[in-house]
């Protein structure tokens, strides 16, 4: 008897998202400790475009699948799974290989780690807008750093969904959030967010304005995606023995270490991915236990565009323009 086939995003090749190809494949049967899901929608991230140009962490194995966040409803259980059950409404985890489990797709096929049940009040684009975004500023924020109320936290590239995640985890510990963008486009949106101060860094002094903010302190965390020359500056609006977190390259310049601000200061400059969380099974069930009942209060998810299924190309293309505010999805 033969398989239904159902539409998938693979590439045959790295590159800009021209090479993104819906395809007709068959129906996956979930493997032990894995379960299958009939997808509602799914996010979009920067590391998907990254991965889609072979410029990540994890090299594509080609034809590649693509894709870390989906949300829909359970609708085969492979052997061994016993946390959940046909008919649940689930979203997946980024905990597995894009190139061998990935969720751009009407189905999609993932181990049972890196599923985790869909807040109840949550529509189908908020569940898929949650997982990537907030266990990445969760484990920064409250893992790494401590992150206390009353201290500072300086979050850059503010308007992507992590930065977003931040913000306003960074609000429900009590912490000062300072959050920065290039112009005035996004200062509001930030604010919105919960952001206490914004910085537009295209015509305020970073340095200068954050001096101000903190009465002379510094920040007690920064939380940075983009490295490269910035680096220098976040060194200098850091506080004494503050941490800052480096979880992307956005700037393909050279991240120069500063030295003697680091010294001075005492800092702490860690690099760090997601990955750190989701390959312990211990530390991924502690994050989710401390999410999920925020979800049903204080973290919301903003979702900046839905597009249909087969504008997936558009839709990297949006991502790539940086004129999101919030997650991007696509709607099935």
Known sequence: ??????????????????????????????????????????????????????AYLDTPQL??????????????????????NIGDKVSTIPAFSMSQYGVYGESAVVPVHAVAKSPKNFSAEQSTAIWMQYLTAYGALVELADLQAGQYLLVTAASSSVGVAAIQLGKSLGATVIATTRG???????????????????????????????????????????????????????????????????????????LFTALAKGLTIRGYTLFELTQDENRLAQAKNALLPLFEEQLVPVIDKVF?????????????SNQ????????L
């Open 324 to 331: 999101q505010m919030g997650k991007i999805v696509v709607k």
């Open 308 to 320: 249909a299924f087969d504008d997936i190309r558009a839709a990297h293309k949006y991502m790539e």
């Open 63 to 84: 034809p590649s699948r693509i894709g870390y966040e989906a949300s829909g409803i359970v609708d085969a259980i492979g052997p061994g799974v016993t946390e959940f």
């Open 184 to 258: 005035s486009a996004k200062v509001d949106f930030l604010l919105a967010q919960g952001a206490d101060h914004v910085i537009q860094t295209d015509s305020e002094d970073l340095v200068a304005r954050s001096e101000e903010i903190t009465g002379g302190q510094g920040v007690n965390l920064v939380f940075d995606p983009v490295g490269g020359p910035l680096l220098e500056q976040l060194a200098q609006v850091s506080a004494p023995a503050a941490i800052i977190v480096e979880y992307g390259a956005l700037d393909s310049q050279p991240t120069p270490y500063p």
């Open 1 to 54: 008897m033969n398989k239904p086939n159902v539409k998938t995003v693979r590439f045959h090749q790295t590159g800009d998202a021209s090479v993104l190809e819906i395809e007709q494949l068959p129906l996956s049967e979930p493997k032990e400790n894995e379960l299958r899901l009939k997808v509602e929608a799914f996010g979009l991230n920067r590391a998907e475009v990254m991965f889609r140009n072979g």
